[in-house]
């Protein structure tokens, strides 16, 4: 069983930047593929970014063009997306998933309660 917890999100303004962040209980992080996902009013959950468990590469949603990076500290049992050149369109809930697969896309297995981020124009 794993427990995520985020933080870190906020209201900001088009082109600012914001970093949020993963706390995972337990004491096998490292064992789960991580990942960021997002969902806005009316539209489906989508994938931002997922770091996998076996060599920590990470791969991103098409609309990232660059802007965001995630990273993990499998010692402070931590998952962390940062964010640039953030849009409007940028706006939603942002939820932390982790997998028993190394790519988090396969089967997200746990799910945080999400943090809101807000993009002013």
């Known amino acids: 069983q794993v427990q995520l917890v985020e933080s870190g999100g906020g209201l900001v303004q088009a082109g600012d930047s914001l970093r949020v962040s993963c706390a995972a209980s337990?004491?096998?992080?490292?064992?789960?593929?991580m990942g960021w996902f997002r969902q806005a009013p009316g539209k489906e959950r989508e994938l931002v970014a997922g770091?996998?468990?076996?060599?920590?590469?990470?791969f991103y949603g098409d609309f990232v063009k660059g802007r965001f990076t995630i990273s993990r500290d499998n010692a402070k049992n931590t998952v962390d997306l940062q964010m640039n050149s953030l849009k409007p369109e940028d706006t939603a809930v942002y939820y932390c998933?982790?997998?028993?697969?190394?790519?988090?896309?396969?089967?997200?297995?746990?799910w945080g309660k999400g943090t809101l981020v807000t993009v002013s124009s």
């Open positions: 998933a982790a997998s028993s697969f190394s790519d988090v896309r396969a089967r997200p297995d746990y």
């Open positions: 770091i996998r468990k076996l060599d920590g590469s990470a």
């Open positions: 337990g004491r096998t992080f490292s064992t789960y593929g």
